[in-house]
């Protein structure tokens, strides 16, 4: 039986005044990674008073990754759904980390979701480890559909095919972004209608809306625009074949005013309420019939501990060549790995901004320009927090910034967090290079 949640917006500390404060706001979702059950933020707590469900939203499980979930992100995610006492709890259909013991090569972090190839190999790894997720959960399970710049070669399975057979397999609810539809169709040629025809809408848990914006025909899913009426319209269609349980507005930068925000959420209702008049009225123009999902192949499917190898080493390579300047492995549009190297490496240098403030206010305009050119030699390994310090200890052992001041108070800020003095910098430089080795031999 599914829960019915209702019309819901993403919680985030910039607009938990507006939030509380907005009419007709059922639920809100917030970045599970963001909250600490211990120190629940007030604005949460008052409104989980008034009866608003509040899900925890997980960013870093990588359930699409080569590797199983990480016990101790397992049981992060559990306690927050326990302190925020969710009905469920979502996550995303991508990788975020390769590398490691499986690839013999160093571990790399993405800092944001990637596709996972849409192969049998892909799909029955993603299965195994959304079922360890499941059992360590308190609480059902969704996972998410995600937006993507490039495209793997070699798919067996369209994006129908793969959501439908991963929920049929396991059990495990859906969680369809609209917006990310919009995106692949752009990006990727793929139609939104096929994808929902391909659908089992009976595990559908809610719906995700947001913006985002098309620079050079690539479609960037930024969740900082207003969003567009392309996307309206696949809400509207998706709201023609079912009853979404639940959808919700996602914002994370360039906040508006709250009255625009309501106005979103106007037309989020109002695109739910087209798509249910349709319904009713039995009318879905140009919808396709529904499509058989990809038989299954005839030969026993292969050992899982294979199948996490081979996917093990192809991610790696990819997000080598994303992160660590490795050439783009075969088959996959050099033009769009590029566009999302510097996507990532522009998310990277947001983030690092939004957790490490300071090097932002320190550095001024020196700062974003200073942390690309870092990042083109310096992969993640340990995320953002780790990766702020990471930075500004490049930047003093070469003698940065070259304002004395500046310097001697970034100098102030790195002691206070890390606790020691600058190490010599050939670590990062060896384990970029070793990364970069250990790819090209394969």
């Not at 008034?50 to 101790?72: E, K, M, Q």
């Not at 995303?92 to 990637?114: D, Y």
């Not at 439908?164 to 169709?185: M, P």
């Not at 970034?410 to 970069?436: C, I, K, M, N, Q």
Request: net charge neutral.
């Amino acid at each position: 039986m599914r829960q019915r949640l209702g019309t819901g917006i993403g919680w985030r500390p910039e607009i938990a005044d507006a939030v509380e404060a907005m009419p007709g706001i059922d639920w809100v979702e917030v970045v599970a990674e963001n909250v600490c059950p211990g120190h629940l933020p007030e604005s949460l707590l008052r409104l989980r008073g008034r009866g608003v469900t509040v899900v925890p939203h997980g960013v870093s499980l990588g359930l699409g990754g080569a590797d199983r979930p990480d016990p101790g992100r397992l049981d992060a995610l559990a306690e927050r759904a326990a302190a925020l006492q969710a009905p469920l709890v979502t996550e995303h259909i991508a990788f975020v980390r390769a590398g490691g013991p499986l690839t013999a090569s160093p571990r790399l972090e993405a800092g944001h979701l990637l596709p996972v190839p849409r192969t049998r190999d892909a799909l029955d790894v993603l299965c195994e480890n959304v079922r360890v997720a499941q059992d360590a959960l308190p609480v059902p399970l969704a996972v998410e559909n995600i937006a993507a710049l490039l495209s793997w070669p070699g798919d067996e399975l369209t994006e129908g095919q793969f959501l439908y057979e991963l929920a049929d397999r396991t059990g495990v609810r859906l969680l369809i972004d609209v917006a990310n539809l919009h995106t692949n169709h752009v990006n990727r040629g793929e139609d939104p209608a096929e994808a929902l025809a391909a659908l089992p809408l009976e595990a559908i848990a809610y719906v995700h809306v947001a913006g985002g914006f098309e620079r050079d025909g690539v479609w960037h899913d930024s969740h900082a625009h207003p969003v567009p009426q392309p996307v309206l319209d696949i809400l509207a269609d998706l709201a023609s074949r079912t009853s979404p349980p639940g959808v919700l507005l996602e914002r994370d930068e360039n906040f508006p005013a709250p009255s625009e925000l309501r106005a979103e959420l106007a037309a989020v209702r109002r695109a739910v309420a087209t798509g249910a008049a349709r319904r009713s009225a039995g009318a879905r123009p140009g919808t396709p019939p529904t499509p058989t999902p990809a038989p299954a192949p005839d030969s026993v499917p292969p050992a899982a501990g294979a199948a996490r190898q081979r996917l093990a080493l192809a991610q790696t390579a990819l997000l080598s060549a994303l992160v660590a300047g490795t050439p783009a492995p075969e088959g996959f549009d050099r033009v769009r790995v590029g566009v999302q190297a510097r996507a990532l490496a522009a998310k990277r240098a947001d983030v690092v901004a939004k957790v490490a403030p300071e090097l932002p206010a320190l550095l001024g305009a020196r700062y974003r320009p200073a942390f690309l050119a870092y990042a083109q030699a310096h992969p993640m390994t340990g995320g953002y927090r780790q990766d702020a310090l990471d930075f500004a200890e490049d930047l003093l052992t070469a003698g940065r910034p070259e304002d004395a001041r500046a310097r001697r108070e970034l100098r102030e800020w790195w002691r206070e967090r890390s606790g020691s003095r600058p190490r010599s910098r050939r670590p990062a430089v060896r384990l970029a290079r070793a990364t970069r080795r250990a790819l090209l031999r394969r």
